[in-house]
């Protein structure tokens, strides 16, 4: 079964600093999704970026970058220049291609992040 | 606004009552499903549709938990003989169909509080 692991239960860090948000995933198809949300304190989880097995180039936009790497199953969030708005729980999700479209997209726990100004 | 949108936003009832909830999916999008996400966690799925069609159900929704989307369009999920831990956020999210899992877009969210 697919799992999604992000280690970094909160993160505070002074406005303008550039915050890492970690990723690990276990999946054993060889097709599966990835994916970033953000969840701002009004709760509506914000889809950020989506990531096929099969493309490992990183991708950047605007102060936000992603670095996917098959070899150590990661796929982690860069935010550079990180500002007070930034503060949300992240959430990084997998999903396998499967027939089961439902239970096989699958959440971490989230990563809390404070950016103090 | 043509998002997810997801009504109540807020419910609070007694344990005992049932409860529905209502999702209004984007337009365009075939795939629709439910979850439930408690305090420090992140979503759990509960179902799935495709169309008018419930094709999934995780173990976690038990026999007081229904979902329906007799259209294709709108759905809705009731909890009957509410119980305290049902208390949470009941978040909807659609997606257009394909071969691939499309990206699922949520809406806001219905936080059920349970007296």
Redesign the interface.
């Known amino acids: 079964a697919q799992k999604?692991t992000q280690a970094q239960t909160e993160i505070s860090v002074v406005e303008k600093e550039d915050v890492t948000l970690d990723c690990v995933y276990e999946t054993r198809d060889t097709t599966y999704?990835l994916?970033w949300?953000k969840q701002p304190p009004?709760?509506?989880?914000?889809?950020l970026i989506?990531r096929?097995s099969f493309d490992e180039q990183n991708e950047i936009s605007g102060r936000y970058s992603w670095n996917f790497q098959k070899s150590t199953s990661s796929f982690n969030f860069t935010i550079t220049a990180s500002q007070v708005v930034d503060s949300a729980v992240y959430?990084c999700?997998l999903?396998?291609?499967a027939r089961?479209?439902?239970?096989?997209?699958?959440?971490?726990?989230?990563t809390r992040l404070s950016v103090l100004p | 606004d043509t998002g997810v949108s997801q009504d109540p936003r807020h419910k609070i009832t007694k344990r005992g009552q049932n409860v529905t909830f209502r999702c209004d999916p984007i337009s365009e999008h075939n795939r629709l499903y439910w979850y439930r996400q408690t305090l420090g966690q992140g979503p759990e799925f509960l179902t799935y549709f495709q169309n008018e069609a419930q094709l999934e159900k995780s173990r976690l929704l038990s026999d007081r938990f229904s979902a329906e989307r007799p259209k294709g369009s709108f759905s809705t999920l009731e909890i009957q003989r509410t119980e305290q831990g049902d208390s949470a956020m009941y978040l909807c999210a659609s997606s257009e169909s394909g071969v691939e899992p499309g990206t699922q877009y949520f809406g806001p969210g219905t936080r059920l509080t349970v007296l």
């Not at chain 1, 009004?42 to 889809?47: A, I």
């Not at chain 1, 089961?100 to 989230?110: A, E, K, R, T």
Request: charged letters at 10%; aromatic letters at 28%; zero cysteines.
């Open positions: 999604v999704y994916f949300y009004s709760g509506e989880l914000v889809f989506r096929n959430f999700a999903s396998e291609a089961n479209y439902g239970q096989n997209f699958v959440f971490g726990p989230g």
